[in-house]
């Protein structure tokens, strides 16, 4: 199957240069935000956030008055990330030093972490990693006070949730509220994950954000040249459809399903024996419990690392080995289930193969980061998604056919994170200067005004899109049955209004324009002919000079996606899909009857009938269902 999305890349270089001070693009970004007391970073996989906060910590402790560094990582295998790092060299002017003995997450030290932790504000030294957890453990028995003048980082920050269930969420407030530590927040991911913030608005307001996209990570790159997001929907059982798309030539972590899933066969020691069995005969384990595959067609040897094994000392074997890999020919297949996600580093990695629909957003981008990271073996990286296919006969089908659809809207969301951004400006009649490059100017946009919808844009874009394509109506809404007006002018501004209530209707008007056009521009194609640019919208080709937004608000921005699904899966599977869809429709309000009553007078006068409810299209249907509502509604105002 073609690929849904594919985005090219420019090889600039730019995200992987470093100036005067060895620091990388994305850490100079970071740096020269170093004097805010609270400061939140959100930067791709490999962007460098760990240097990033040796940097930024090390001008606290030196010129900013910080006495201590608390380090807190949500894993120990992360911690390493953080050991003694040589930055002078590079043109820095200190090294980051930690005393291993306060490395809490490498330490042998048998000594309880807490009282190793209260030892180290009692002590001299200066810098300190732990988990999440030995921080929560250690913050209930300290007062507040004892945090003063200290920089508190948060590494792998969307595990932090505002929800009062979640402890390190608590942690940072009573900091924030208590003493006059300073935070560094950070994170790779571009979505909380659920929808749970992770601080209160009030909270988060109080952070200096730096927005590092992951677009200006892979432009920025030497080798990387473009990234392709697809999909495989299959019959059956999963393995049975990875002979068509596992390729044991191109370097793989292939994730198979959580044994709570549909798709799971409950025996994942069995699934693992099933892909060993169909790419080859195990030759021999070594020493480091890697699998020697001899491959059936050729006798090619592939190694593969098991990381499903639940023995922890195999697998300790097997993740050690994988940390120490220096070539391309070190491995050729990782085979996981909930690991080589975050804290794991494979550069060499071509394909992310994951089976079954993954909830999380913020599990999606950190599967796709494993594949993006920038290396001399390859300039395509690929993620595909296998699908199981609905089944007329299964009683999940409802389930399925969600399911289906989630994981597509998932890579619509995506391509939204890992594609180029434009700025948007309004276009005014005697407007005769030319976008400057990066620039759209739109004619009736309306210009962001107030800082609250600007922070949002710049730091929270993405998140927004991710309720607005992962909320129920929505998703009923955009295989086409619904007219793009109403997802664009009814949907999206409610959705928006749940989320940001403090937001007045001017806001939410611009803020919605903004993410509509946005969505819609990324998803189409800009082509120069002559000295004039064309942009094609679904299956609109406009001059750019002519853009403007009543034209962008009648484009569904999401269709495609569902367009080129239905070219992919047989005519028996797109009706069960429609019928699934048209089974949980959106109930008919006065909003969208509004928007529909222009466009069935238009019908009306084209065809010289009414709409049909035993219509093929479905939009013809919804017309019907509009002028049955609103008959309805006249008939209860007549008996008031």
Same mark, same amino acid.
């Given at each position: ?8 890349? #420019?090889?600039?270089g ?49 010129n900013q ?20 790092t ?5 043109g820095?002017?200190? !090294? ?7 490395n809490?997450?490498t330490t042998?030290?048998?000594? $309880? ?12 030294e ?18 507040? $006070?004892?945090f003063?003048?200290t +920089?508190?980082?948060?590494d792998?920050?969307? @595990? ?9 969420g ?5 900091l ?24 209160l ?10 927005? %590092? ?6 432009n920025? %790159?030497e080798? +990387? ?5 697809? %999909? ?49 005969r ?13 491959? @059936?067609?050729?006798g090619?040897?592939i ?5 499903? /094994? ?11 080995y994988?940390?120490?890999?220096k ?25 992310? +193969? ?5 909830? $999380?957003?913020? #599990?999606?981008?950190?599967?796709i ?11 395509t990286?690929?993620f595909t ?7 007329a ?8 056919? /969600? !399911? ?29 200067e030319?976008?400057?490059k990066?620039e ?17 844009? #710049?730091?929270?874009? !993405? ?12 998703? &009923?809404?955009?295989p086409?049955?619904?007219e ?7 949907l ?9 209530p ?8 611009? +803020? ?20 004039? &640019? ?8 406009i ?15 999401f269709?495609?996606?569902?367009e ?21 429709r ?48 006249k008939?209860?105002?007549?008996n008031?």
């Amino acid at each position: 199957m073609p690929n849904l999305v594919e985005v090219h890349y #420019e090889q600039t270089g730019a995200s992987k240069s470093t100036n005067e001070f060895g620091m990388r693009q994305m850490q100079q970004k970071a740096y020269e935000q170093r004097d805010a007391r609270y400061l939140l970073l959100k930067a791709p996989p490999a962007s460098g956030k760990s240097r990033a906060l040796m940097f930024i910590a090390l001008d606290k402790l030196i010129n900013q008055g910080i006495k201590k560094v608390i380090v807190a990582v949500p894993e120990r295998s992360i911690g390493g990330s953080f050991g003694t790092t040589d930055l002078k060299s590079n043109g820095f002017y200190s !090294n980051w030093e930690p005393n291993q003995k306060y490395n809490l997450c490498t330490t042998e030290d048998n000594k $309880s972490k807490v009282e190793t932790f209260k030892e180290f504000l009692e002590s001299d030294e200066k810098i300190l990693i732990c988990t999440h957890a030995t921080l929560r453990f250690a913050f209930d028995q300290l007062n507040e $006070s004892k945090f003063n003048d200290t +920089l508190l980082a948060i590494d792998e920050f969307h @595990h932090v949730s505002a929800d009062g269930e979640n402890r390190l969420g608590e942690v940072l407030r009573s900091l924030i509220e208590k003493s006059n530590c300073h935070i560094v927040a950070m994170t790779g991911s571009y979505f909380r994950g659920d929808s749970v913030p992770v601080l209160l608005p009030e909270d988060e307001a109080k952070f200096t954000k730096v927005t %590092y996209n992951y677009y200006e990570q892979l432009n920025g %790159y030497e080798y +990387l040249k473009s990234l392709g997001i697809g %999909y495989h929907f299959y019959q059956g059982r999963y393995t049975s459809a990875l002979n068509e798309i596992l390729d044991t030539d191109k370097k793989t972590i292939l994730h198979i399903p959580n044994v709570n899933s549909g798709e799971s066969t409950k025996d994942k020691h069995r699934e693992v024996g099933t892909i060993l069995d169909i790419i080859g005969r195990v030759k021999e384990i070594t020493n480091d419990g890697i699998i020697i595959l001899k491959r @059936h067609e050729d006798g090619k040897l592939i190694k593969v690392a098991d990381l499903v /094994n639940d023995d922890p000392k195999e697998r300790d074997k097997v993740v050690s080995y994988l940390r120490n890999i220096k070539s391309v020919d070190d491995m050729d297949l990782i085979i996981a289930l909930g690991m080589a996600k975050e804290g794991f580093d494979w550069p060499y990695c071509e394909h992310a +193969l994951t089976v079954g629909y993954r909830s $999380s957003l913020t #599990e999606i981008i950190q599967i796709i980061g494993r594949a993006t990271r920038d290396s001399e073996n390859k300039t395509t990286s690929q993620f595909t998604n296998l699908i199981a296919q609905p089944d007329a006969h299964n009683d999940e089908v409802k389930l399925s056919v /969600n !399911n289906m659809l989630k994981a597509i809207t998932s890579s619509l969301l995506m391509e939204q994170v890992l594609a180029p951004s434009f700025k948007f400006k309004p276009r005014f009649p005697d407007d005769k200067e030319p976008p400057k490059k990066g620039e759209l100017k739109i004619r009736g946009f309306k210009t962001p005004t107030s800082k609250k919808v600007q922070d949002i844009i #710049e730091s929270d874009l !993405n998140d927004l899109k991710a309720s607005i394509l992962q909320d129920e109506q929505m998703l &009923k809404a955009m295989p086409g049955n619904i007219e793009p007006e109403v997802i664009n002018e009814v949907l999206i501004p409610k959705i928006i209004k749940v989320k940001y209530p403090d937001l007045n209707e001017e806001e939410i008007e611009e +803020l919605r324009q903004y993410v509509v056009v946005d969505s819609v521009v990324r998803n189409a194609e800009i082509e120069t002919q002559g000295d004039k &640019k064309f942009i094609r919208m679904a299956d609109k080709f406009i001059n750019l000079d002519d853009l403007n937004i009543d034209l962008i608000n009648s484009i569904n921005p999401f269709q495609q996606a569902f367009e080129i699904l239905s070219k992919q899966v047989t005519t028996g599977v797109l009706k069960i899909i429609q019928e699934a869809i048209e089974a949980t429709r959106i109930k008919m309000d006065f909003e969208e009857a509004s928007i529909l009553w222009p466009k069935i007078q238009e019908f009306i006068k084209t065809h010289g009938r009414e709409p049909s409810k035993d219509s093929n299209d479905p939009k013809e249907r919804r017309m019907y269902e509009c002028i049955i509502y609103l008959k309805e509604e006249k008939r209860k105002r007549a008996n008031q």
